[in-house]
């Protein structure tokens, strides 16, 4: 009896770790055997490690973004500040190149003036018809146009009289208004006129006409003296005999409203015989 129930025993100790053995290899066989309630266990770790990876995905694709636009945005702020740099540069090329230019016509318009203007020694002609008014013109050299044209009210035989009887000073006044700006004292249109302290009318610039030129052309080689030269014969209030004066004047400028012009003596004896005042009062 002993000897039997051991048998059994072992018997049924084989058969146990027999089954448990032929289970766990139809397990690895047949995965589908596996328990329901364990299915379920395995499905819901799996989705959520899935989640986290694709939270932590979209947060660096989000990281990723936001880099690309602060990039993009130091690029665009980069673009706009050096496109104001360049405006910038070229809005001050602009300008200094305007600005030099401005100055170099003003250069060349003072050269001219310069050219035309007179200097401290100068050359006077007094001339007119016997029947006209006086003519003065003031001339930088013998053969330049003359920079100074003025025509006085005064007949040429009234001044002929006053300068037989002696000196002679004739004032120039002209109106000084603040709103017009003129460079030049000569440069004024109209003058009033005093012959040794007497009102002697008005006195008109003018410009070097044909006529005007002809007498200065005329006078040309002679630098110190008075005559007559030949007029036209056609009988007007322009024949006649033509009366000229010609000396050298010392220009004298006392500032930008008054100028002196006297005559030069050849002996350099004794006061100038004629002088020119130019006033802007």
Known sequence: MAKSFQDLSSKRQFHWTTKISNEEAEVEEYPSLIPSSNKNITSKVIPQVSRTNSKSSSLNTIHDNKTDDKKLNQESATAVSSASVTTTRRKLQTITVARLKSVLIAIGRNRIHFQQG????????????????????????????????????????????????????????????????????????????YCNGKNCGYATRRECGPKELQILKAVEPISTGAGVLPGNENGGTDSGEIMYMRAKFERVVGSRDSEAFYMMNPDRNGAPELSFYLLRV
């Open 118 to 193: 007179l200097g401290t020694r100068v050359v006077g002609t007094l001339f007119g018809h016997k029947r006209g008014h006086v003519h003065f013109a003031f001339q930088k050299d013998p053969n330049s146009q003359p920079a100074f044209l003025i025509e006085l009210a005064t007949p040429v035989s009234v001044l002929v009289q006053e300068m037989a009887s002696g000196l002679v000073r004739i004032a120039l006044e002209c109106d000084k208004e603040e709103e017009k700006k003129v460079a030049r004292l000569i440069d004024e249109p109209k003058w009033k006129t």
